[in-house]
């Protein structure tokens, strides 16, 4: 039975959690749509992207915002930057798998991802400043996804 | 089934998920079982302890039998019976 889960998030732990979920749903044989809207679409871009055009404050956002699982926060104790990467060596120290390592499963594993086309206009991302192999749709394709789903998660 | 009867099963694939944690021991098991045919046995090794809870959560979901866990020298021994 497919699960769905929409990523609103941008943060280290939080987006953690969602690829944990997303990983073990799909290893246990369900499939797995993932919708990332707002600041979660940050999880999807790439750390070097091509430079657009755009609006002064799109471009501050831009500038602001982490490119990348590697450049992310985490929600508490975050003291610009220095938490997220104590973070990260202690979940090394405990095997736990990296983001970017979470990431790359669900890939594998076939988990579908979604970017929301609207906070992407308006965050001011363009596809190609996103990874590669994620679909591009709005609220009706995630509605039509949950109703398809037994258990829909907001993370 | 019992440690003695556990002991005694000579698995027919066995995966080594040491050192991962949640979800890599499921998903070692996801990769094993489909190496092993139907009715033989995988044995998954695990050092995460919450394993013993998911890997039997798992096989009942995919439909496979949970056969039990011992505990050996600082990690798990899990089998799962592929049935399907």
Known sequence: ?155 | MSVTELSAIQPQKTVDARGTSCPGPILAAKKGIVEVKVGEIMAVLATDSGTKKDLPAWAKKMGHEYLGEMEESGYLKLFVKRMK
Not at chain 1, 70 to 94: C, D, E, H, P, T
Not at chain 1, 97 to 115: D, F, H, P, Y
Request: hydrophobic share 45%; net charge neutral; aromatic share 8%.
């Open chain 1, 1 to 155: 039975m497919k699960k769905t889960i929409i990523v609103f998030s941008g943060d280290l732990d939080k987006a953690l959690a969602a690829f944990i979920i997303a990983n073990g749903a799909a290893a246990m044989g369900d499939d797995v749509t993932m919708f990332f809207t707002f600041w979660a679409l940050n999880i999807l871009r790439k750390p070097q992207a091509p430079a657009h055009k755009k609006s002064f404050l799109q471009g501050m956002f831009g500038g602001m915002m982490p490119k990348g699982p590697a450049k992310l926060g985490i929600s508490k104790m975050n003291f610009g930057g220095m938490g997220a990467k104590m973070m990260r060596r202690v979940m090394r120290q405990q095997n736990v798998n990296s983001l970017e390592e979470l990431i790359q499963t669900a890939r594998e594993q076939g988990v579908k991802m979604i970017a929301c086309t609207m906070s992407m206009d308006v965050l001011g991302f363009k596809e190609d400043e996103l990874v590669d192999g994620l679909e591009y749709a709005g609220v009706a394709t995630y509605l039509g996804e949950a109703d398809e789903s037994n258990v829909s998660l907001f993370i």
